[in-house]
Nanobody, 122 residues
Framework: AVLLVESGGGSVQAGGSLRLSCTAS????????MAWFRQAPGKEREGVAG???????TYADSVKGRFTISKGNAKNTLYLQMNSLKPEDTAMYYC????????????????WGQGTQVTVSS
């Protein structure tokens, strides 16, 4: 299985920025999409951004223009640059890998990281 480890979460005031990182290791399978999801208390896990093997990008409408997903040079690293953060961005953020296309559907994810908390205060 692919092991995904996130880092970079924390607390920030509204309007601030954070960068999340995800490192993949272990036995790999043909991953087609790497993505970030988030889950706030009492809410369903939702897709935030995805990038496929052709570097095509997908974003949730709520983060377009504020968040940027990218791959590291080593190709086993994934980033999420989050700017202009809002209190409603507060959630646990999860790195995800999928053999399917980047539809940002939680049910299509084949491996999950353990999550990193992002808290945005007003």
């Amino acid at each position: 299985a692919v092991l995904l480890v996130e880092s970079g979460g924390g607390s920030v005031q509204a309007g601030g920025s954070l960068r999340l990182s995800c490192t993949a290791s272990g036995e790999t399978y043909p991953v087609y999409c790497m993505a970030w999801f988030r889950q706030a208390p009492g809410k369903e896990r939702e897709g935030v951004a995805g990038i496929d093997t052709d570097d095509r990008l997908t974003y949730a409408d709520s983060v377009k223009g504020r968040f940027t997903i990218s791959k590291g040079n080593a190709k086993n690293t994934l980033y999420l640059q989050m700017n202009s953060l809002k209190p409603e961005d507060t959630a646990m953020y999860y790195c995800a890998a999928s053999v399917w296309s980047c539809t940002l559907q939680a049910g299509r994810v084949t491996s999950w990281g353990q999550g990193t908390q992002v808290t945005v205060s007003s």
